[in-house]
Each structure stands twice: as structure tokens, then as C-alpha cells.
């Protein structure tokens, strides 16, 4: 089984920073591209920022660009999120998500960011 476990997520203050971690676990898939989306109470989930395996070719939304930067480790299957500068609108549960060669859709469990004034 494949299996995506996130950690780093907590309370911060406005300005502040944290480092999401996604492990993906199980090595039975060929890695396409990682993420992170993020949902926020009542709101639609939402991409945050993804990373392509092969090239190490990044995407952001907006919003985050220039604050948060994603990083990979190949060997370990892992991908990082740096989140920088934290604003209170930043606050929501993180997933992580690695979508195989396949196009097959994984997602961690998600790990709530709190931002706080």
C-alpha cells in the first residue's frame, strides 16, 4: 500500500514560519509529481504548490508565491513544504498529494496549519 505521512504542521504566529514534511511510503509506484493542497473551514480545497519528480520543475498558487518553497528528496520519496512569512489566511488543513505515472491520485491524511495574530 501506498501511504503518504505528514508532519510538521502546528500553531504559529503571523510572520512566522513552519516545514511540512510528506513521506510517501511503499515504493511500488513510479513518482509523476508531489504537492500540497490546502482546505480551509467552508472553503473548496485548493493547490498550493507542486513539484515534478523527474525535473524538479515547481508550480505555486499566487498567493504563496515567494513565501512558501517546496522542496524534494528522491531517495526517501519525500517532498517539503518551507512556509515563510505566515499570514492568518494561511491557516487550513494541509495535504499532501503524489500523483503517479499512471495518473493515479494519492493523499495524506492532512495536517492542520494555525496561524495565529
Known amino acids: 500500500q501506498v501511504q503518504l505521512v505528514e508532519s510538521g504542521g502546528g500553531l504559529v504566529q503571523a510572520g512566522g514560519s513552519l516545514r511540512l514534511s510528506c513521506a510517501a511510503s511503499?515504493?511500488?509506484?513510479?513518482?509523476?509529481?508531489m504537492g500540497w493542497f490546502r482546505q480551509a473551514p467552508g472553503k473548496e480545497r485548493e493547490f498550493v504548490a507542486r513539484?515534478?519528480?523527474?525535473?524538479?520543475?515547481?508550480s505555486y498558487a499566487d498567493s504563496v508565491k515567494g513565501r512558501f518553497t517546496i522542496s524534494r528528496d528522491n531517495a526517501g520519496n519525500t517532498v517539503y513544504l518551507q512556509m515563510n512569512s505566515l499570514k492568518l489566511e494561511d491557516t487550513a488543513v494541509y495535504y499532501c498529494?503524489?500523483?503517479?505515472?499512471?495518473?493515479?491520485?494519492?493523499w495524506g491524511q492532512g495536517t492542520q496549519v494555525t496561524v495565529s495574530s
Open positions: 498529494r503524489a500523483v503517479l505515472t499512471t495518473s493515479s491520485d494519492y
Open positions: 511503499g515504493r511500488t509506484f513510479s513518482t509523476y509529481a
Open positions: 513539484i515534478y519528480w523527474s525535473t524538479g520543475s515547481t
